[in-house]
Nanobody
Framework: QVQLVESGGGLVQPGGSLRLSCAASGIMFRIYAMGWYRQAPGKQRELVARITSGGSTNYADSVKGRFTISRDNDKNTVYLQMNSLKPEDTDVYYC?????????WGQGTQVTVSS
């Protein structure tokens, strides 16, 4: 059974930082491209960062230069380092494969950026 478990969210002031983690089980993690997605209530889920099996990365323009995605294949974990956070980064953050598998969506982790 595949599980993707996100953690690391929280409340942070504008300009602050958070590091999200996504622990994967039940998949051959190292062979898949992985992504971090986010979704606000009433809005479509969007891809903010992706990393290939070889470690190449891409970012949405809205987070480029502020967010960094990385992966540890030995730990079956993908990370999202978020710096210089803005109120508009407030969302629930999810990880999934690229492209996403509907059955793999987890609970996500809430990130709230507010003073």
């Amino acid at each position: 059974q595949v599980q993707l478990v996100e953690s690391g969210g929280g409340l942070v002031q504008p300009g602050g930082s958070l590091r999200l983690s996504c622990a994967a089980s039940g998949i051959m993690f190292r062979i898949y491209a992985m992504g971090w997605y986010r979704q606000a209530p009433g809005k479509q889920r969007e891809l903010v960062a992706r990393i290939t099996s070889g470690g190449s990365t891409n970012y949405a323009d809205s987070v480029k230069g502020r967010f960094t995605i990385s992966r540890d294949n030995d730990k079956n974990t993908v990370y999202l380092q978020m710096n210089s956070l803005k109120p508009e980064d407030t969302d629930v953050y999810y990880c999934n494969q690229i492209p996403p598998i509907r059955e793999y969506w987890g609970q996500g982790t809430q990130v709230t950026v507010s003073s």
